[in-house]
């Protein structure tokens, strides 16, 4: 069973870089048929795709964050991290890491498919 | 961008009713649509991908439909723990888009 964990610091001060982690277990995030995926939700909003990343390194972003993401990931440690900077009031959410199906080999069909998710971290924005 | 528009945004139901909710994509994406449930301070939880397949481990009470531009996702008889808010996600494109999610509360 896949399992992921994000952490990371909970409040963070504006115009600060936010930074998290999320660890991967049950399964190699070195595989070549998922993504892997930050999402956030504002508090008593919906749901926003920040941005993937490939073992490669490759990655996708939503354009409207792209200026200020860094998504990496770190295979020796099973592990990938986001950093969101010059943060304001508006980047506090519940912040979700997820693995995502490439369509290929064994997520075939499953292209873009969110099949597991951390249970999230709250980070707060604010002085 | 491609827009998920959900309706209705919430809705009132009981136990043993049928409840179906309805995504929208401003643009075709095919069958690139999957629906998650997410339970109050949970995480969302993968109930249906490509459109109509069901995800292991969910109960066979959902069920989805639809490609091109509208989709459903039928609950087929309502349960106690059916209770939640439930997205669309469209993965036809980047930006991935999620629709603003329905609410579905007890009558």
């Known amino acids: 069973q896949v399992q992921l964990q994000e952490s990371g610091p909970g409040l963070v001060k504006p115009s600060q870089t936010l930074s998290l982690i999320c660890a991967v277990s049950?399964?190699?995030?070195?595989?070549?048929?998922?993504?892997w995926s930050w999402i956030r939700q504002p508090p008593g909003k919906g749901l926003e795709w920040i941005g993937y990343?490939?073992?490669?390194?490759?990655?996708y972003y939503n354009p409207s964050l792209e200026s200020r993401i860094t998504i990496t990931i770190d295979t020796s440690k099973n592990q990938f991290s986001l950093k969101l900077s010059s943060v304001t009031a508006a980047d506090t959410a519940v912040y979700y890491c997820?693995?995502?199906?490439?369509?290929?080999?064994?997520?075939?069909?499953?292209?873009?498919?969110?099949?597991?998710w951390g249970r999230g971290t709250v980070v707060t924005v604010s002085s | 961008d491609i827009q998920m528009t959900q309706f209705p945004s919430s809705l009132s139901a009981s136990v043993g009713d049928k409840v179906t909710i309805t995504c929208r994509a401003s643009?075709?994406?095919?069958?690139?649509l999957s629906w998650y449930q997410q339970i109050p301070r949970k995480a969302p939880k993968l109930l249906i991908y490509?459109?109509?397949s069901l995800q292991t481990g969910v109960p066979s009470r959902f069920s989805g439909s639809g490609s091109g531009t509208d989709f459903t996702l039928t609950i087929s008889s309502l349960q106690p723990e059916d209770f939640a808010t439930y997205y669309c996600?469209?993965?036809?494109?980047?930006?991935?888009?999620f629709g603003q999610g329905t609410k579905v509360e007890i009558k």
């Open positions: 997820a693995r995502v199906g490439r369509g290929t080999g064994v997520a075939a069909g499953k292209r873009g498919v969110f099949d597991y």
């Open positions: 049950g399964g190699s995030i070195n595989s070549a048929d998922y993504y």
């Open positions: 990343i490939y073992y490669s390194g490759l990655t």
């Open positions: 643009h075709t994406i095919s069958s690139h």
């Open positions: 490509g459109s109509s």
């Open positions: 996600l469209q993965s036809y494109s980047t930006p991935r888009t």
